[in-house]
Nanobody, 122 residues
């Protein structure tokens, strides 16, 4: 599956932003989908992941209560709704796909989008 992330931009602290990740092909519904981010000079970190049927969702503690992941299997798209954004949320956000079960580990994901930059000013 090929992934294309979009929706990043420059916002102020406290604002909201919604990222989208569109997948090609007809197998989207068979994949676990995740969002990761990488800030300048830092390692890629887990943000959230969602199971195929949306029954299982993981969030990083740093985004819990502020970010919401969702997916629309009919549209081959996964979303990341980000509310109450903070300057420390500034990063390139990547969507990723994997087989098997939910995981927070980036090396477990086999397919990656190109990333979309989110910049949060204070």
């Amino acid at each position: 599956v090929q992934l294309q992330a979009s929706g990043g931009g420059l916002v102020q602290a406290g604002d909201s932003l919604r990222l989208s990740c569109a997948a090609s092909g007809d197998t989207f519904g068979t994949y676990i989908m995740g969002w990761f981010r990488q800030a300048p000079g830092k390692e890629r970190e887990f943000v959230t992941a969602i199971s195929r049927t949306r029954t299982g969702i993981y969030y990083a503690d740093s985004v819990k209560g502020r970010f919401t992941i969702s997916r629309d299997n009919a549209k081959n798209t996964v979303y990341l709704q980000m509310n109450s954004l903070k300057p420390e949320d500034t990063a390139v956000y990547y969507c990723a796909a994997k087989d098997g079960s939910l995981s927070t580990r980036h090396f477990a994901y086999s397919n990656w989008g190109q990333g979309t930059l989110v910049t949060v000013s204070s």
